[in-house]
């Protein structure tokens, strides 16, 4: 994102933009990928809400977080991009406020790779899953990525 520094990120999770809502998708590709066509979208605040229940020392991603509102919508799947880009707000919404924040930095992306799109950037994701116990690992040699070191022992189950 750009200039985060000049938008209002909780006014942004606030805003449902008529969410949630269900679509039929009809791209054979994107059924067979996604395995089926009712595609739900959740609103930004249910990802907040998601989001806040990750407890000290535990893990979430954002395909987890899919999968859990789509088994609770009847849905097929949950979208994807929007996915994203809600996590990203809840994110800055989080640093935006003095208080009630949301543990943003326990939600990553698949395969446990950290979001070099919260605020402060990998740097400080890292920082702050380290404090919780967790390893970081570095992946590539140009291409240079960073992830939780086992994730998977340490995901959070949302039911």
Do not use: C
């Amino acid at each position: 994102m750009a200039n985060e520094d000049k938008k209002d990120f909780n006014a942004m999770l606030h805003d449902s933009k008529d969410m949630p809502k269900f679509q039929t998708i009809t791209d054979q590709s994107s059924i067979e990928k996604y395995g089926g066509s009712k595609m739900y979208f959740a609103p930004p605040i249910d990802y907040d809400k998601a989001m806040k229940r990750i407890p000290y020392g535990k893990l979430m991603t954002v395909g987890k977080i899919r999968e859990y509102f789509a088994k609770q919508n009847h849905a097929d799947f949950t979208e994807p991009i929007t996915a994203g880009i809600f996590v990203s707000i809840v994110a800055w919404a989080s640093e935006q406020r003095t208080e009630d924040k949301t543990p943003y930095w326990r939600t990553l992306k698949a395969k446990g790779e950290l979001n070099a799109k919260y605020p402060g950037g990998i740097e400080a994701q890292k920082e702050k899953l380290e404090a919780e116990g967790h390893t970081i690992i570095q992946k590539g040699r140009k291409n240079i990525r960073y992830y939780v070191e086992d994730y998977e022992k340490a995901l959070f189950d949302l039911k």
